[in-house]
């Protein structure tokens, strides 16, 4: 329930009177929470990758960027 709140706080804020379909909101929900597992997965291995065993800032930023370049380039795959 507080993911479903906090979606549609989000989009209250950018269009009002949205209605989401449940099956919209839980793909949504497990899209979001496979991105987040990834994005952690990714920092985790950088941080042990530098021999270190605290998951810090830099990692973190690291893995968003990465992230970011994939989604990219699967946009650019997709969409040629």
């Keep these: 329930a ?3 709140r906090l979606v549609r ?3 209250e804020n950018c269009k009002p009177n949205i ?5 919209a909101m839980e793909a949504l929900q497990v899209a979001s ?3 987040i597992i990834q994005l952690f997965s990714d920092a985790l291995r ?3 990758f530098g021999k270190r065993q605290t ?3 830099k990692d973190l930023r690291l893995a968003v960027r990465n992230l970011q370049e994939r989604q990219a380039v699967t ?3 997709l969409f040629q």
């Design 2 to 4: 507080p993911f479903v």
């Design 9 to 11: 706080e989000i989009t």
């Design 19 to 23: 209605r989401w379909r449940r099956d």
């Design 33 to 35: 929470e496979t991105t």
């Design 46 to 48: 950088y941080t042990l």
């Design 55 to 57: 998951l810090s800032v």
């Design 75 to 77: 946009r650019t795959l």
